[in-house]
């Protein structure tokens, strides 16, 4: 065979193995990012007009502000919870593979079904949850209804879809650290707890930032319970990007506004990921 | 003391506070899974009528029945869980064949570009598709694919992790059983065919794992690119349920049961399998 032949073959085995899936990435990821920058900074007017617009949008300021203040209480309860419970199932507790299990299953409840759910268990004042309040002697709560608990009853139900799926990974981690540290930590006479923050800790350091960061970006782009229970209120309380993103464009039909805030969603969420790995993860380690 | 167990804490008293503590919280995260059964399996109006107070009635029936899982089939629910399972099935088998090509291709051949091509597979995983969505069903829209299957199973089928995680597997396996294959005379198919899809399944399974969860879960895509009823997927047609002026909730609960268990049983069968390969491709590296 020639060179020239053996070279063309060459070409139409690797288009035949990567051609496919590099369309379709192309296809469904690239071209629509690239679609949203064109059409949020691509028309008459200037960059600096549209970032302009976009600062000058209350609505817009409202819920990057909401945003952000949501992943600043969500990320650190949620990691602090599926930390706390890797480390209570680590202990060789009887029981240990069944409470696992039951805390792991809502994961595999579809957003949709447990935003439903936990709309009907948070009902004021007929609901689940304020069964449990009145049986133990506590006034019904207003939850999803009320500006101050709405983005709280948010947290909550997106905490029981995710923290199994954490605690899971951090298992994980925990089952990892070597043992003859630990044993070593113990021959040096060092309590539970020296153990626990100055062995285990240190040497979960990579999945913690795997899950910090996986966690980060998921709670970016939380919208199921938001547009089916909340639509972003009472009073803009739930207004996540994601959600004016979808009202943006398909309720008021401003294309332009809602590209751009695509962008921005972006370019927010690599700031933030990129401090959490700049902070937490030496470089010859990423 | 029994066996020696350095990750333990070791005094008696801590360790029951530990063990209340852990039921307490499993009991907090099954306790909507509990109400969602028995709502499925009873009559509709008993299942707000005794949320509150908390009382043995609100997780037990009165009387028990499966009318709502029946209701539930003879309705337009049927078609939606159709839909979803052939959305599912289909970019799962075509998501492992495509994805597992390309991963084939980046593990074992060597090519220019190669590193600029896998950089546009690590990005697309990077850009997660759900804020790419609004933008993608715009051109849908213009090319008048709303409203159909292919738009429905495309965006589920490429899949940049899915691609890495296989590619991971595939650099693990030994250069020589390759080689020996060329030198017997088999071409790159069939060293895919016969030697690295038979050693990966472990790989396989999570990776149709995580396919199927992708297409079995979504909400916002079909959200964006469906309004013809007959097109709707099981969230989807749900959500139209609950949004019902009159709405029939044990009817809601079958389906929410429904929904879940599908990928509940999955996850359960192959839960090792899953969250192994997830913490090896991030947590490990």
């Not at chain 2, 167990?5 to 995260?29: E, I, K, M, W």
Request: net charge neutral.
């Amino acid at each position: 065979m020639s060179d020239a032949a053996s070279g063309r073959s060459r070409a139409s085995t690797l288009t035949l193995f990567l051609g496919p899936a590099l369309a379709l990435l192309v296809i469904t990821r690239l071209a629509p990012f690239a679609v949203s920058i064109k059409q949020a900074f691509g028309g008459d007017e200037s960059v600096g007009a549209v970032l302009a617009a976009l600062w000058d949008s209350p609505n817009f300021i409202d819920s990057v502000g909401t945003t952000l203040w949501f992943s600043l209480l969500i990320n650190p309860f949620q990691i602090a919870l599926a930390l706390g419970l890797a480390v209570v199932l680590t202990q060789k507790l009887p029981g240990t593979g069944i409470l696992r299990t039951l805390i792991f299953i809502p994961v595999a409840v579809p957003p949709a079904v447990s935003a439903i759910v936990w709309g009907l268990a948070l009902r004021n004042p007929d609901g689940l949850v304020n069964g449990v309040l009145s049986a133990v002697g506590f006034e019904p709560q207003p939850f999803l209804l009320a500006p101050e608990q709405a983005l709280w009853s948010i947290i909550v139900i997106a905490s029981w879809i995710g923290v199994g799926y954490w605690m899971v990974l951090l298992i994980a981690g925990i089952q990892d650290v070597p043992r003859d540290l630990l044993e070593a930590g113990l021959v040096d006479g060092a309590g539970w707890w020296r153990r626990f923050w100055h062995i285990t800790v240190p040497a979960l350091r990579r999945p913690l930032l795997f899950v910090l960061v996986a966690d980060t970006v998921a709670n970016f782009l939380l919208f199921v319970p938001v547009q089916l229970l909340t639509r972003g209120g009472p009073d803009g309380s739930t207004n996540l990007l994601m959600h004016d993103i979808y009202r943006q464009a398909f309720v008021y039909g401003d294309r332009q506004f809602a590209a751009a805030e695509v962008v921005v969603l972006i370019l927010l969420m690599m700031v933030v990921v990129g401090v959490q790995m700049r902070l937490l993860g030496p470089e010859e380690d990423l | 003391m029994s066996a020696f167990d350095p990750y333990a804490a070791r005094s008696t008293p801590v360790r029951a506070l530990l063990f209340v503590a852990a039921v307490g919280a499993a009991l907090l995260f099954v306790a909507p899974i509990i109400w969602i059964v028995s709502g499925a399996l009873r009559d509709g109006d008993e299942i707000l009528r005794y949320a509150t107070p908390f009382q043995l009635r609100t997780v037990v029936p009165e009387s028990w029945t499966i009318g709502n899982l029946v209701a539930l089939v003879q309705g337009p629910f049927l078609r939606a869980i159709v839909n979803s399972l052939l959305v599912a099935t289909v970019s799962v088998v075509l998501g492992l064949v495509i994805n597992a090509m390309a991963a084939f291709a980046f593990a074992t051949m060597r090519f220019r570009g190669r590193n600029l091509l896998f950089s546009v597979v690590v990005f697309s995983f990077l850009i997660p598709f759900e804020v790419l969505a609004v933008p993608l069903s715009e051109a849908v829209r213009a090319m008048e694919l709303d409203n159909s299957y292919v738009a429905l199973i495309v965006p589920g089928v490429g899949h940049g992790l899915v691609i890495f995680m296989l590619r991971q597997f595939f650099l693990a396996i030994p250069e020589d059983l390759r080689e020996a294959a060329a030198v017997d005379g088999a071409g790159w198919w069939t060293i895919f065919r016969r030697i690295y899809l038979p050693l990966s399944g472990p790989a396989l399974i999570s990776a149709g794992l995580l396919l199927f969860l992708f297409q079995w879960q979504t909400y916002l895509w079909p959200l964006l690119i469906t309004t013809d009823r007959s097109m709707d997927v099981a969230p989807i047609a749900l959500a139209r349920f609950f949004g019902q002026y009159d709405v029939d909730y044990g009817q809601l609960f079958a389906g929410s049961l429904v929904l879940s268990l599908i990928p509940a049983m999955l996850l359960l069968r192959f839960q090792r399998n899953y969250t192994e390969s997830v913490s090896r491709t991030g947590v490990k590296g």
